[in-house]
């Protein structure tokens, strides 16, 4: 039994020892530096260049004069034009219907016979006037008084017949004002009335929008006004050009206009600051131009404001934007080093930087995580070159490694 145990434990160490020996003879592996994995970045070489500052807005298409037409006399409509309808285009001046004139045309005939026989009254005072101051001058001594000359009644029979002008001019002007007219270029936006329909003076009978220009009304935030120049009342001349873009018929159609004025004042609900753009003939109706498309009352734009020029700007991606103020610069072509800058305008995709940086520098665009100075990073189109030397190093160790076996 003893000699049992005796033999197996020799047989353990045996084992042992040849375990050990073994992996002492092992060859070590060679020592390989630790692989730091470079962030993959795309850069900008940036030039400066000059720029002209746009100030996006929005905004629905308006007419300049809205206006709602009113019958001025009274009466029973009993003729309507055919361009009296909702939609059509009428001129200045065009008659959009009549209002039955007979009482107007009789009241204008009386006011003429009253004229008459008040200047027939007239001529009888005066001519009455020259006789008393005849017969004066042949029994009379020093000067006659007003009352000898009859010069109270003169003047009575005068004032007769200016009373009686007024009168004539008034019955003019109604009749006239049987034909409700255009009081501009317009459209008919909406009409009240129709034939037959009795009117009384101050009836509302249409809605016309003028056609000659059309505005839209821009809210700008105040920090925007600093890269625009508001049109100023005293400089017509200065007036921004503003490029409408609105969707007609399903397709997206460009129109362009001009900043016309400010409205003067912030407004209080949303702190912001009116501009006003106006567009000429917006219907095409003067210019006749072809293949344009008509720009609508209604139609909500997007409009694109020209601003001041600038020169010598930087532009970037606003991605390439650190902690408000800093770009990113490869140096090395494989290291990071963090630049401040001095920002002239930002926007929702780029920046502009006004100094901080030189042509030539090379920006990272590619938005890089907690970068630092010194950082190691690789430029896109490089990495291929760089795979082939690690492939190659590779290569070589592992062939030393076979060669030492």
């Not at 353990?12 to 390989?32: D, F, N, R």
């Not at 009836?203 to 000659?212: F, L, R």
């Given at each position: 039994?003893?000699?049992?145990?005796?033999?197996?434990?020799?047989?353990?160490?045996?084992?042992?020892?040849?375990?050990?020996?073994?992996?002492?003879?092992?060859?070590?592996?060679?020592?390989?530096?630790?692989?730091?994995?470079?962030?993959?970045?795309?850069?900008?070489?940036?030039?400066?260049?000059?720029?002209?500052?746009?100030?996006?807005?929005?905004?629905?298409?308006?007419?300049?004069?809205?206006?709602?037409?009113?019958?001025?006399?009274?009466?029973?409509?009993?003729?309507?034009?055919?361009?009296?309808?909702?939609?059509?285009?009428?001129?200045?001046?065009?008659?959009?219907?009549?209002?039955?004139?007979?009482?107007?045309?009789?009241?204008?005939?009386?006011?003429?016979?009253?004229?008459?026989?008040?200047?027939?009254?007239?001529?009888?005072?005066?001519?009455?006037?020259?006789?008393?101051?005849?017969?004066?001058?042949?029994?009379?001594?020093?000067?006659?008084?007003?009352?000898?000359?009859?010069?109270?009644?003169?003047?009575?029979?005068?004032?007769?017949?200016?009373?009686?002008?007024?009168?004539?001019?008034?019955?003019?002007?109604?009749?006239?004002?049987?034909?409700?007219?255009?009081?501009?270029?317009?459209?008919?936006?909406?009409?009240?009335?129709?034939?037959?329909?009795?009117?009384?003076?101050?009836?509302?009978?249409?809605?016309?929008?003028?056609?000659?220009?059309?505005?839209?009304?821009?809210?700008?935030?105040?920090?925007?006004?600093?890269?625009?120049?508001?049109?100023?009342?005293?400089?017509?001349?200065?007036?921004?050009?503003?490029?409408?873009?609105?969707?007609?018929?399903?397709?997206?159609?460009?129109?362009?206009?001009?900043?016309?004025?400010?409205?003067?004042?912030?407004?209080?609900?949303?702190?912001?600051?009116?501009?006003?753009?106006?567009?000429?003939?917006?219907?095409?109706?003067?210019?006749?131009?072809?293949?344009?498309?008509?720009?609508?009352?209604?139609?909500?734009?997007?409009?694109?404001?020209?601003?001041?020029?600038?020169?010598?700007?930087?532009?970037?991606?606003?991605?390439?934007?650190?902690?408000?103020?800093?770009?990113?610069?490869?140096?090395?072509?494989?290291?990071?080093?963090?630049?401040?800058?001095?920002l002239a305008r930002t926007e929702a995709n780029t920046i502009y930087i006004d100094s901080g940086l030189q042509s030539g520098d090379e920006v990272i665009v590619t938005p890089v995580h907690n970068p630092v100075n010194g950082m190691k990073v690789q430029k896109v189109g490089t990495q291929a070159k760089s795979g082939s030397a690690n492939s190659n190093d590779t290569a070589l160790n592992t062939?030393?490694?076979?060669?030492?076996?």
């Amino acid at each position: 039994m003893t000699k049992r145990i005796l033999v197996g434990a020799a047989i353990l160490v045996a084992t042992i020892v040849i375990i050990v020996g073994l992996v002492s003879m092992k060859p070590e592996p060679p020592k390989k530096k630790p692989f730091v994995q470079a962030i993959v970045v795309d850069t900008k070489a940036v030039e400066a260049q000059d720029v002209q500052f746009i100030v996006d807005s929005q905004g629905p298409v308006l007419p300049v004069e809205n206006s709602t037409l009113v019958a001025e006399v009274s009466g029973r409509i009993t003729d309507v034009s055919d361009n009296f309808r909702v939609g059509a285009f009428v001129e200045k001046g065009e008659v959009l219907f009549t209002i039955d004139p007979a009482n107007y045309v009789a009241n204008m005939r009386s006011a003429e016979a009253a004229l008459a026989q008040a200047q027939a009254n007239y001529q009888d005072a005066k001519a009455r006037t020259e006789q008393a101051r005849k017969d004066w001058k042949k029994i009379g001594k020093g000067e006659p008084s007003d009352l000898v000359l009859r010069l109270p009644q003169l003047k009575q029979a005068e004032a007769a017949v200016q009373s009686a002008e007024a009168d004539l001019m008034r019955a003019r002007r109604d009749l006239d004002r049987t034909k409700v007219k255009a009081n501009f270029d317009a459209l008919i936006q909406s009409k009240m009335v129709g034939l037959g329909q009795f009117v009384n003076v101050g009836s509302q009978v249409a809605t016309v929008y003028g056609t000659e220009y059309a505005e839209v009304r821009l809210p700008v935030p105040d920090q925007e006004l600093a890269f625009l120049d508001v049109p100023d009342i005293d400089n017509p001349q200065q007036q921004p050009a503003v490029r409408l873009v609105g969707t007609y018929a399903g397709k997206e159609q460009i129109w362009f206009g001009k900043l016309v004025r400010t409205e003067g004042v912030v407004e209080q609900t949303n702190r912001l600051t009116y501009l006003v753009a106006q567009i000429e003939d917006p219907y095409n109706l003067e210019n006749k131009r072809d293949n344009s498309t008509p720009l609508r009352f209604g139609t909500f734009v997007r409009a694109e404001i020209a601003g001041k020029e600038r020169e010598g700007l930087i532009a970037l991606p606003r991605q390439a934007l650190y902690f408000g103020n800093t770009v990113l610069i490869l140096e090395n072509e494989s290291e990071v080093r963090l630049q401040e800058v001095t920002l002239a305008r930002t926007e929702a995709n780029t920046i502009y930087i006004d100094s901080g940086l030189q042509s030539g520098d090379e920006v990272i665009v590619t938005p890089v995580h907690n970068p630092v100075n010194g950082m190691k990073v690789q430029k896109v189109g490089t990495q291929a070159k760089s795979g082939s030397a690690n492939s190659n190093d590779t290569a070589l160790n592992t062939s030393a490694d076979t060669a030492k076996q």
